[in-house]
């Protein structure tokens, strides 16, 4: 049995991550300041003799150090997260993001821990390509329009990850998740599952922003935390970046569509420009769909859950909070 530390413990990724290391026979200790998880998402293990909650920011470096000792492996998720929160709110974005990972990265190094890092998607900015691979180029706007904050805050965590893997030999491996749905994810963050899911049960409209032909990939939270837990195991991936999420691309059209043709046929779709839903600068990226040839070649298998199967998991979730079913 080794002992994780996880931040983010109560966030959507992070409990489910939670309960599988625990189900794994881990000792886990989970950290998180409750800003966008919740209590309930550990419902499952909080009462679980492996298991510790400790309320806190990752921001107090008091707090890290206590929280590190005793740990094999840090995990860590806690960030300022969603694309209208970071938007809305760069400073608590950069101030979450880069200084507490380096406090966390310095902790591993001279606690000769093992440490995953949750990085993302948004690190490739707007490049043009179809798919993208671990070494492509970060292709961010301009410093003058916040949301790119979110990804070169995180590309800035993953540079300094693979620098004291470099240069102190730290045990480090870079997930840069894609689209991660499943049960527990909050549409108020800007979401796009939940939210279209939560409008149609209200009975619509589904409000798809932009003209709605933007690709995304969406993967399924209990196949991510598998690969996470894998790559975390595996020597192999060590000082490695990986993709982690589904390949198969949809527009947010077609994923409307196939929500209320699930929920609702009666719902309407209605189309909101980006500059109503956040401001005049906001910038979205077109078509994100990642190359998971370099997960497939360490973990033998890639994420394989249908979008159909994954709808109807959130849905079916969805309406037992709502007492529907
Ligand atoms: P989430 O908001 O549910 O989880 C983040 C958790 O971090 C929350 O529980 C929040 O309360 C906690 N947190 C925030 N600031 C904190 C602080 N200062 N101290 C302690 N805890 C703090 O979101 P999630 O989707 O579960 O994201 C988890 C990780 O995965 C994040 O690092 C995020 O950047 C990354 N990620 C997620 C997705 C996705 O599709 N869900 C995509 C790309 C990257």
Redesign the pocket.
């Known amino acids: 049995m080794s002992h994780c530390l996880v ?8 409990s489910h991550l939670c309960e599988q290391l625990i189900q794994q026979g881990e000792q886990v200790t989970a ?8 209590l309930q ?1 550990l419902d499952s293990i909080i009462d679980h003799p492996q298991f510790t909650f400790r309320t ?4 107090d470096p008091v707090l890290m150090a206590e929280m590190v000792q005793g740990v094999d492996t840090i995990y ?7 694309v209208k929160l970071v938007a809305d709110n760069p400073v608590r974005t950069i101030e ?2 880069i200084y ?1 990972t380096e406090v966390l990265l310095r902790h591993a190094v001279q606690g000769g821990h093992k440490f995953f890092l ?5 690190v490739y900015g707007k490049n043009p390509k179809e798919r993208w691979t671990e070494e492509d180029d970060l292709h961010f706007g301009p410093t003058t329009r916040p949301r790119w904050a ?1 990804g070169a805050s ?1 590309a800035i965590d993953e540079f300094l990850a693979l620098a004291y893997h470099q240069k102190y030999g730290l045990d480090v491996r870079i997930g ?6 499943g049960p527990r ?2 549409g108020q ?1 800007g ?1 796009v599952i939940p939210s279209f899911i939560e409008q149609a049960l209200d009975g619509g409209p589904v409000v798809v922003f932009d003209d709605g032909t933007q690709i995304r990939c969406f993967g399924h939270v209990s196949e991510i935390v598998d690969c996470v837990i894998d790559l975390t195991n595996l020597d192999d991936a060590k000082g490695q970046v990986y993709n982690i999420g589904s390949d198969e691309p949809v527009s947010i059209c077609e994923l409307a569509e196939a929500i209320i043709a699930k929920v609702n046929p009666e719902v309407k779709i209605e189309y909101l420009p980006y500059n109503k839903a956040y401001n005049e600068d906001f910038e979205d990226v077109r078509r994100r769909v990642p190359d998971l040839g370099r997960l497939e070649k360490t973990l033998g298998r890639k994420p394989q859950v249908k979008l159909d199967a994954i709808l109807d998991d959130i849905i079916a979730s969805k309406k037992k909070i709502r007492g529907l079913v």
């Open positions: 931040t983010g413990g109560a966030g959507f990724i992070g950290v998180d300041d409750l800003s966008t998880g919740f998402n806190g920011s990752i921001t860590h998720l806690a960030a300022a997260v969603g979450t993001n507490p949750a990085s993302t998607s948004e979110y995180k840069r998740f894609f689209n991660v749905v994810q909050v963050y979401m």
